[in-house]
């Protein structure tokens, strides 16, 4: 049963720009938050940046900071990262989260299957 899916992921080359998107098909409640985390394999998942629904605050990994920007539409319950100047690094696949909010992977409940990006030239 899905709750949340993620979308727009794909290969790019390094520089481009891409933006994701998360579809909540629950309500997000005004003080929950939605993240966005990324893994590859081998390694543990990633905290990259968060948004309190409501509120519009914002947590941000620093190695991402400047370079990704997450934003939301609130009556649609659908959220967006925005990331800019890609590079092969960043090939991983990226989740979607909704929870209570902050850096803390513990502290998200409901999670997303994951949609892949590749960045290669």
């Known amino acids: 049963q899905v709750q949340l899916e993620e979308s727009g992921g794909g290969l790019v080359q390094p520089g481009d720009s891409l933006t994701l998107s998360c579809k909540s098909y629950?309500?997000?409640?005004?003080?929950?938050?939605m993240g966005w985390f990324r893994q590859t394999p081998g390694k543990e998942r990633e905290f990259l940046a968060a948004?309190?629904?409501?509120?519009?605050?914002?947590w941000y990994e620093q190695a991402v900071k400047g370079r990704f920007t997450i934003s939301r539409e609130i009556a649609k319950n659908i959220g967006f990262l925005q990331m800019n100047r890609l590079k092969p690094e960043d090939t991983a696949v990226y989740y979607c989260?909704?929870?209570?909010?902050?850096?803390?992977?513990?502290?998200?409940?409901?999670w997303g299957q994951g949609t892949q990006v590749t960045v290669s030239s």
């Open positions: 629950l309500h997000v409640s005004g003080s929950d938050a």
């Open positions: 948004v309190r629904w409501a509120s519009g605050d914002t």
């Open positions: 989260a909704t929870g209570s909010g902050g850096s803390t992977i513990w502290n998200y409940g409901l």
